[in-house]
């Protein structure tokens, strides 16, 4: 039975390790570029207060969102999903921005995402520049009026790093994002298996990905972007979050250069809970935020 073993020993191991080089190389870029794109009842057909609304982004993807009128308007806000979602998400948020401060939104499909043309998702590489291109749509609509970002999970990165490079919106609010695409992604596969996972395996997985998506990884550094943020930013965070744990909202709040700035910890709100869980306090606090902005 032992040499039995010894003579299987060397072709397993070499069989496991060509799997998981497989794995890395071929399967887990494509779970990393690619998340699963949802189907939801779409908001504009049975709503006549949402607007449909589109864009074209540089490579000539088309973008596919809709905005919420308001009659008197004072500001834009635009919102960002997480991945794996879609705009239908941000209706509930729509509403309760139209209806308690009259501010119009604007909430599109991420490309990759929903019904957004692109085939991949690049976590903000490419996505900052989509929202270089939903300003300019909003600044046409509602010339002269203050534009906001408000951007959760995915979201909340995409935003802050637009905001490095767009200098138009005078405020933001970021719900739950990461700092870092590379931590982000580790941790993503150690919470997936358990506590195993080594981070040479998802930088390898993360250089394959950027010859499919023709991005940087390395790039993709929310926390690096919020050291040239100097707009007035709100930022949340669920203190019982494992997808995206709070250090990483404490890290982008510590190197926003903004001197108006807030950050509220949301206890025992996970990933998805900081509106569930911090409720109404949420709201109002985030509202009052921009109530003195738009004033």
């Known amino acids: 039975m ?6 299987l020993f060397l072709p397993l191991l070499i069989f496991g390790l060509l799997a998981a080089w497989a794995g890395l190389h071929f399967f887990a870029p494509y779970v990393i570029l690619q998340p699963t794109r949802v189907d939801r009842v779409q908001i504009m057909e049975r709503d006549a ?3 449909p609304e589109r864009v074209i982004s540089k490579e000539g993807h088309e973008l596919i969102g809709y ?3 308001v009659v008197k308007p004072r500001a834009v806000i635009i919102l960002f999903h997480g991945v794996g979602s879609s705009k239908e998400v941000n209706e509930e948020l729509s509403n309760l921005l139209a209806e308690r401060l009259q501010i119009v939104s604007f909430a599109f499909d991420n490309r990759g995402q929903g019904q957004s043309e692109g085939e991949f998702v690049t976590f903000g590489y490419h996505e900052k520049e989509d929202v270089c291109r939903i300003i300019d749509l909003a600044e046409r609509r509602y010339p002269g009026l203050p534009i906001g970002l408000w951007g959760y999970s995915l979201g909340g990165a995409v935003a802050l790093q637009a905001l490095a490079i767009d200098e138009r919106p005078s405020f933001a609010v970021i719900e739950s994002t990461f700092a870092r695409l590379d931590d982000t992604i580790l941790a993503y596969l150690k919470r997936i298996t358990g506590g195993f996972g080594y981070k040479w395996m998802t930088n390898y997985a993360l250089k394959q990905s950027a010859k499919l998506a023709e991005f940087d990884p390395d790039a993709v550094q929310p926390a690096e972007a919020a050291k040239s943020i100097t707009i007035p930013v709100f930022l949340a965070h669920g ?12 890290t ?3 190197n ?10 949301v206890e025992g ?3 998805s809970g900081v509106h569930h869980v911090g409720g109404e306090a949420f709201f109002e606090r985030a509202f009052a935020f921009l109530e003195r ?3």
């Not at 032992?2 to 003579?7: A, D, H, M, V, Y």
């Not at 203190?239 to 404490?250: A, M, Q, T, Y």
């Not at 926003?256 to 950050?263: N, Q, R, W």
């Open 2 to 7: 032992l040499q039995k073993f010894k003579r």
């Open 67 to 69: 905005r919420r009128k």
């Open 252 to 254: 982008i709040f510590g």
């Open 49 to 51: 207060r949402f607007v």
């Open 256 to 265: 926003l250069a903004s001197e108006d700035k807030e950050l509220m910890i």
């Open 239 to 250: 203190d019982s979050d494992i997808h995206i744990v709070k250090s990483n909202g404490e």
């Open 269 to 271: 709100a996970d990933h």
């Open 293 to 295: 902005l738009i004033n």
